[in-house]
Each structure stands twice: as C-alpha cells, then as structure tokens.
C-alpha cells in the first residue's frame, strides 16, 4: 500500500508545482509588436498608439519593433513561426491580405499561420492630381482622361494605391502610365512638382496639401464624402460598391494563441478603440475605428478571407505580380 501513497504524492506535488505556472496572468512580460515597415509611418504610428494603450491598461510592457523588407514578409513571417503566446504580435494593413496573391511563394500561410485579434482602424483613399491639372473634378477628370494620356503615380507595385489606380483604371476603361516610386515622399514631391499627374494616396498623407492648394482633390473611396476634403466627389456614389476601398490596419497574433489571450488583448484593444480621445486624433486624420460588430475574433477572421479573395480577384484581373 505505501508505494501507492508515495506515488499519489508524487503526482499532487507534481500538479501542485504546475498550477502556479499554469495560473500565471498575461501578460506577466514585455510583450513586442512588430511592424514591417521603418518608424514614421502610418502603421508604426498606430502600432505605437496601440503599444502605449496596452501597457497602460494591461500593467504591462508592450513595445514596437520596426522589421522592414521582402515587401513587409519578413515580418509577418517572424510573427507567423512565433511562439503562440501572445508575447510576440504583428500589426499589419491591407497589404498581408494582397500578399497572398502578389507573391508567387510565400513562407508561410497566412490565413493557416496567423489570426487577428482585432481589426483596428481604416480610412478611405483620396486621388489627388497636380495643381495645374486641366479638370477641377473627377467627372471633368475622366473625360479629360479619355483624350489625355495621365501619369499615375504609384507608391510600388501591390500597394493599396496601385491596387486603387487598377480599379479606377479598370472600371471606367481608362489607360495611364503607371509611374512606381519606392516611397511615399519622393512621389509627393514630384506630384507637386507636376512631374506626375495623379496619385491614390491617404488623406492624412495628402489633405495638408490639397488645403494649402499645392494639389487638387478629385474623389474619396468611399460612399460618405470626407469632411477633410469636401469639395472631394465620391467614387462609390458616382460609380458603385466596387470602388469602396478601406486602407485597413489589425493586429495579429500567431495561430493557435490561447482563447484566454486572444479574448484579454481583444477586450483591451476593443477599449482603446472606442477611447474619444484615440478617436477625435483619428478623425482629425480621416482615420475611423470600425462598427463594434466587427471587432471580434470571429469576424476578424471572416473579415480577412473576403479581403484576400477580393484583392486576389483585382491582382488577377491586372496581371500584377513579384516575383520572388
């Protein structure tokens, strides 16, 4: 009988150095999150946000770590072959949904490897074109389109601005020269220095300009105009639903990151989400939070899959492509 004793001990001292290792709270360390692209960005600005916001509410260190190339893979291959604790995150835009398609091979399956916690905050994009551009609104643009051949400049090749200039292009059978910059800032420049005629870009980006009346605005990707740019037409009114583009950032975690610490980041996130002071900056920038129905685990997911499937769609349909 005593070597069954010694042995039923055995097993309660085991559970019993295990459950304080199973109970220990999250986070109960610094956690990272990852952006891939450098500092001073839109996404590394509101990956910081959120990285104040957490640590604050959470009691608990969370900070950014900017890991830029391979068209923003290297990052989210880090986080997608990360440990599934919860202490190393990915805080991502529309370009992992494009990726998919855009990349021949990629080292990782997005939807397989990754989930997101939550789906953070989105803004409509703004064509704007060069002082001096001949039309004074997107009507008067698209008629002056069918007899002029414009330079469309493009931030790269599966930007969210080149995927927007191929549906505008697409949709209202018009041509242009797609001109690819490796940036954001040289573009601008030229833009104003009208070595360029047109540019999708995001009304943080581009309002301080057209206001100063160093650019024109011509139109808004969604059905609601902006009351940054008014004088902006909107493209899902004048031409349907297809033209309804959301420049979107989430955060992501790895797959098969516990329910507990999915649920603890996502009620957190939902929090600083719907903060009026996180919300008045971002309106000042045209940038929203989504509808609180979107804004579960479950419908990030679903949000994800119809974002890959429709930017694939659009990838296909204009033969663009990186080769790796």
Known sequence: MKPVVTAALAVFGLFAFAAPVLAQPYPNRTVTIIVPYSAGGPTDETARVVARALTEKLKQNFIVQNVTGGGTNIATNQVAHAAPDGYTLLLHNLAIAANVTLYKALPFDTEKDLTPVLFINRNPLVLVGRKDLEPNTLTELIAWMKTHRAKAAV????????????????????????IPYRGGAPLVTDLLGGHVDLFFGTPQQLAPQVTAGKLKAYGFTTKEKSSLLPAAESFVQLFGPKFEIQYWQALFAPSGTPDSIMNELNSALQEIVSDPAILKTWAAAGVSAFPKAELSPAAGRALLKSEIARWGQVIRDNNIRIEQ
């Not at 931030?155 to 797609?178: P, R, S, V």
């Open 155 to 178: 931030a790269g090749f599966g930007t969210t601005g080149h995927l927007a200039t191929n549906i505008f292009l697409q949709e209202t059978k018009l041509t242009a020269d797609q």
